[in-house]
């Protein structure tokens, strides 16, 4: 009886979220045109401007709650999460600044996503803080990848987000665990490493890859704020521009420079980053 009434939910919830997907479907994605006339009236309090930049964009949250389904939520828990971040955003975008709203909208919608996981506490009642920390490094992780365009290493991860080699391994050993506990967790495969684990396995599609798209454009746009060395350093380090992934050993022997030259530059380059990243890409440095 307890097996057909779990059933029976999934099958319910399932229903509910197909018939979700397809109200939001039926609203088309803005031109850059209409983003920036109906922007300005969201500025002027105009609330029909306000639910069409809403209603445009709801696709995107749920292409972003996706990437949390493995982490053992309800994707309409998330989606509603993302929702919040989705309103705020909508609120605070200035298109005056030159970004396109996917790209500013989506820090808003993973922050509030992570929050509502953060706040709900259900990883396997897991301590708070130890919670909160895989929280964390679930989204550096996948901000990390956006820019290694391949998945990180436990020392990547560690350098990138200033936790340390130790606290990143416990981590993701606590979030495997988590996800092993769970025998009805559809995206457990075996085999694989555990950064692997961390993600859902699924092919981007066309509303992931605007985001991605978007994100990208602002993240040439930021290393233009770096000297050519730098920015070269950046480049073959993180693999980006077409460059395959190089150590600084590597890319010293590369430029004629000491490894620890590199990693001084590098540091040097990742600080300007920092300092002068719109709002948009702060998630992601």
């Known amino acids: 009886m307890r097996e057909f009434r779990i059933s029976k939910s999934v099958t319910l919830r399932t229903d509910i979220l197909e018939r979700y997907f397809g109200e939001i479907s039926q609203y088309d994605v803005m031109t850059t045109d209409q983003e920036e006339r109906l922007a300005q009236k969201v500025k002027e309090g105009d609330q029909m401007a306000i639910e069409k930049?809403?209603?445009?964009?709801?696709?995107?949250?749920?292409?972003?709650?996706?990437?949390?389904?493995?982490?053992?939520?309800?994707?309409?828990?998330?989606?509603?999460?993302?929702?919040?971040?989705?309103?705020?955003?909508?609120?605070?975008?200035?298109?005056?600044?030159?970004?396109?709203?996917i790209s500013f909208a989506v820090w808003w919608i993973?922050?509030?996503?992570?929050?509502?996981?953060?706040?709900?506490?259900?990883?396997?009642?897991?301590?708070?803080?130890?919670v909160i920390g895989i929280a964390k490094l679930e989204q550096k992780g996948l901000e990390l990848e956006q820019v290694l365009e391949r998945k990180a290493s436990p020392e990547e991860l560690a350098e990138y987000t200033g936790m340390g080699f130790e606290n990143v391994v416990d981590y993701l050993a606590g979030t495997a665990m988590a996800l092993s506990l769970d025998s009805e967790n559809p995206t457990l495969e075996e085999g694989g490493t555990l950064i692997e684990r961390l993600e859902e396995k699924q092919t981007p599609g066309p509303d992931q890859a605007m985001i991605s798209g978007a994100l990208t454009t602002e993240l040439k746009r930021l290393l233009d704020k770096?000297?050519?060395?730098?920015?070269?350093?950046?480049?073959?380090?993180?693999?980006?521009e077409g460059n395959f992934p190089m150590t600084m050993e590597d890319i010293g022997q590369r430029l004629k420079l000491s490894k620890e030259r590199i990693r001084q530059l590098k540091t040097r380059a990742m600080r300007t980053l920092r300092n002068n990243c719109p709002e948009s890409l702060s998630a992601y440095l």
């Open 53 to 101: 930049f809403i209603l445009s964009n709801l696709r995107f949250v749920v292409s972003v709650a996706k990437k949390y389904q493995h982490l053992g939520f309800g994707l309409d828990d998330l989606i509603a999460d993302g929702n919040v971040g989705l309103i705020r955003a909508v609120y605070r975008f200035d298109v005056t600044k030159g970004f396109k709203f």
């Open 110 to 130: 993973r922050q509030s996503i992570l929050s509502g996981i953060a706040e709900k506490r259900r990883l396997v009642k897991l301590p708070g803080n130890v």
């Open 226 to 240: 770096l000297s050519e060395r730098e920015k070269n350093i950046i480049s073959l380090f993180y693999g980006l």
